[in-house]
């Protein structure tokens, strides 16, 4: 059974970082092309970047809003997906999940349960 | 960026009733298009995919169908389980999400 499960959320300072990671079972993270995903109130559901399979050439790519203070990464031997979160601001406070694409597109059949980060002074 | 636009936000309707959810792309985005199903507290759950290919364990009240700028999530006969947000999704060019329509039982 797949199976996602984030952790590492919390509440942290603007300028703060923070790092979530998603365990992942039921599959290897390797073979599979995973994003991360935020939610908020206000803007919805945002793409926040991804990660392709390594036999895809595990090229990373970022939304304009994180690129240059979010990193994607992979540990294959813990089957586990990383979100580095460098220079945070207000508008980063979001339920982020992790999950698992469909072959190789960008639409999603696994999810994890999502984990708060909340950004404030 | 690819612009993804729901209507209407919210809607009510009686167990039964045809629903129907409309998506609008800002350019074309081929079939390239997922709906999800969202519960307070629950991540998305993937209903449809490729516009129109229902996703394995998904019951067949759903249903998707359009191409190019316009699709359509229809539920035949709404049940109160369906009491939810629905989010269209394109994977055209990287991926955006639409802004989503509550769904109520009456």
């Known amino acids: 059974e797949v199976q996602l499960v984030e952790s590492g959320g919390g509440l942290v300072r603007p300028g703060g970082s923070l790092r979530l990671s998603c365990a992942a079972s039921?599959?290897?993270?390797?073979?599979?092309?995973m994003s991360w995903v935020r939610q908020t109130p206000g803007k919805g559901l945002e793409w926040v970047g991804r990660?392709?399979?390594?036999?895809?050439?595990?090229?990373?790519d970022y939304a304009a809003p994180v690129k240059g203070r979010f990193t994607i990464s992979r540990d294959d031997s813990e089957n586990t997906l990383y979100l580095q979160m460098n220079s945070l601001q207000t508008e980063d406070t979001a339920a982020y999940y992790c999950?698992?694409?469909?072959?190789?597109?960008?639409?999603?059949?696994?999810w994890g349960q999502g984990i708060l980060v909340t950004v404030s002074s | 960026d690819i612009q993804m636009t729901q209507s209407p936000s919210t809607l009510s309707a009686s167990v039964g009733d045809r629903v129907t959810i409309t998506c609008r792309a800002s350019?074309?985005?081929?079939?390239?298009l997922a709906w999800y199903q969202q519960k307070p507290g629950k991540a998305p759950k993937l209903l449809i995919y490729k516009a129109s290919s229902l996703e394995s364990g998904v019951p067949s009240r759903f249903s998707g169908s359009g191409s190019g700028t316009e699709f359509t999530l229809t539920i035949s006969s709404l049940q109160p389980d369906d009491s939810a947000t629905y989010y269209c999704?394109?994977?055209?060019?990287?991926?955006?999400f639409g802004g989503g329509t509550k769904v109520e039982i009456k």
């Open positions: 999704q394109q994977y055209n060019t990287y991926l955006t």
């Open positions: 990660i392709k399979s390594k036999t895809d050439g595990g090229t990373i």
């Open positions: 039921g599959f290897t993270l390797s073979n599979a092309w």
């Open positions: 999950s698992k694409g469909v072959g190789v597109h960008n639409f999603f059949d696994y």
């Open positions: 350019q074309s985005i081929s079939v390239w």
